[in-house]
């Protein structure tokens, strides 16, 4: 069987760092995505792990350990352009199965 | 380059009817998805194509069938529509392998069924 969980909804302040967690249990697991979707848009790809460690790209970082089935995505220095849902995404197979996603809303 | 293209951006159907939704992509790319998104309830794998003329159910199959025509082309059709399928539908492709889990997204397509 397979279940994913996020918080449904984070808050955070311009400048800030927020950082957003993912818990996974999923079967012939492979790696971890992470995607954006800013309302009324399409989701669009910000990172993938596919080892346990870090991965950083930009303000973005996104971290995975298969032995916790965790992994998060820390977000930096937030802009009010970071306002969007965020979804975790572990890939199994040819397939990627996605989260119900976390509303990140940034303060000025 | 214009990506992932789908069509149309928005429908309205009656329960009952029938449509087809187009998606093309101009990438090359070999895998091909097809998403549902409900409030609440994230994305949703319907089906999906590894590569050219292969295709695939995934987590919400019923009700929908799809076409992969070609390299660039998966149409999904809803054969007779009913209003629990009133969401939004995103088309995705990837280039496989390696880059599987990099998708590329299309706009979407809004769909009502009255």
């Known amino acids: 069987g397979q279940s994913l969980e996020q918080p449904s909804e984070v808050t955070a302040v311009e400048g800030a760092i927020v950082q957003i967690n993912c818990t996974y249990q999923t079967s012939g697991f492979y790696g971890l995505s992470w995607y954006q979707q800013h309302d009324g848009g399409a989701p669009t790809f910000l990172s993938y792990n596919a080892l346990d460690g870090l991965e950083e790209t930009g303000r973005f970082s996104s971290f995975l350990s298969r032995s916790d089935s965790y992994g998060y995505l820390l977000l930096q220095e937030l802009q009010m352009k970071d306002s969007a849902s965020y979804f975790c995404?572990?890939?199994?197979?040819?397939?990627?199965?996605f989260g119900t996603g976390t509303r990140l809303q940034v303060f000025p | 380059n214009a990506g992932v293209t789908q069509t149309p951006k928005f429908q309205v159907l009656k329960t009952g009817q029938s449509m087809t939704l187009q998606c093309a992509q101009d990438m090359n790319h070999n895998s091909m998805y097809w998403y549902r998104q409900d409030p609440g309830m994230g994305l949703r794998l319907i089906y999906y194509?590894?590569?050219?003329?292969?295709?695939d159910k995934g987590e919400v199959p019923n009700g929908y069938n799809v076409s992969r025509l070609n390299k660039r082309e998966f149409s999904l059709r809803l054969e007779s529509a009913a209003p629990s399928q009133t969401s939004v539908y995103f088309c995705a492709s990837s280039a496989g392998g390696a880059e599987n889990e990099k998708l590329f997204f299309g706009s979407g397509t809004q769909l009502s069924v009255l």
């Open positions: 995404a572990p890939s199994k197979g040819d397939k990627l199965i």
């Open positions: 194509s590894a590569s050219e003329g292969t295709t």
